[in-house]
C-alpha cells in the first residue's frame, strides 16, 4: 500500500511537499484535477499520478482506498476539503491538509465522531502558519495550567506576496473572529489593536481571523482566544474603513487616494518565494529597520508608500495631497 497521496501536488506547496516526500523514500502519489500539470509533474519527479475530481463521493473513496494518508495541498480548502475528508471517512484514509480558514478546521472537526467510528484520524492545518504558533500555545498553557485568555502575535520580516496582501483586503467583506467562552465570536475586521513587541520593538497589531483562534483553542482547551498580526497602517485602515477605503475615499488629513490603471492579476509562479527568500525568511528578529522618507514636491517629507493590489485586479497608490 502507497503510504501518501498529495491532492494538488503540482501547487507550490504541494509541488515542495511532493519533492521532500520522494526524496525521503514515501513514494508519493501525485494527484489533483489538471491533467497537463500533472503530466508535467511526472516527467519531473518520475512518481505515479491520479486525476480524479471531487463531484463523486464514490469515486473519491475509491481513489483514496488504497493509501494511509491523503495530504491535501488544494486550496480554495472551502471546496476541496469537505469532499476529500468524505471520501477519506468513506475509503478508511487518514486526512491531513494545510489550510489556515476557521470555517475549514470547524467543518473538519465537526466530521470528527464519523471519522472515530470509521478508524481514520482527520488533522487539518498542519502548514508552517499554524504549526509554530500551535507549540507556543501548547507551551503557554503548559506555563500556566489556569489561563482562561490566549493572545497571540505574529509579524514577519519578509515582505508579504500578493496573495496575502489580496486575503488582508478581502477581510474587509468578511469581517473578523475570535473565540470567547469556547465558541466563535464574528467581530468587525481589525477589531482590536494591541501593541506587540515582535524582537524589533513594540508595533501595532491588529486582530486577524487566522486558523490559530481554532486550533489553539483545540490544542490548549483555553476558551479566549484572540489573534494578532502587524499589517501596515495603508492595510489597517483599508480594513477598518472598509470597501470605501478601496476606491478613493480619503482615509485622513494629508492623504489622497486615488485608483490606479487597473493591472493584469500577475501569474501566481511570477509571485511565489523563490528557494533564497524560503531559506532566509523569518517570522520575527531583533533588528530594527526605518522608513525610507522621500521629499515631498512642496518641501515637506513624505514616508515612501509602495504599490498595493486591490481585490479585482488593480491597485491602490497614495498620492501627494
Known sequence: MASLLIYGSYGFVGNLAAREATDRGLEPILAGRDRDALDEQVD??????????????GTLATAVSDVDCVLNCAGPFSNTAEPLVEGCIRGGTDYVD?????????????CDAAAANAGVTLLPSVGFSSIPMGCLAAHLADRLPGATGLALGVDSLRPPSIGSIRTVLEGVDTGGAVRRGGRLESVPAAWRTRRVDFGRGARPAVTMPLGDVSTAYYATGVPDVEVYAFVPQPARLALRTGPPARFGVPLGRGARWRRAPRLPRPDARSVRPDRRRRRNGRRAGPRRGRRRRLPHPRGRVRPRIRLRPDRRGGILRRGPP
Open 98 to 110: 494545510i489550510t489556515g480558514e476557521i470555517p475549514v478546521i470547524e467543518r473538519v472537526r465537526d
Open 44 to 57: 519531473d519527479l518520475d512518481r505515479p499520478a491520479r486525476r480524479f475530481d471531487l463531484d463523486d463521493p
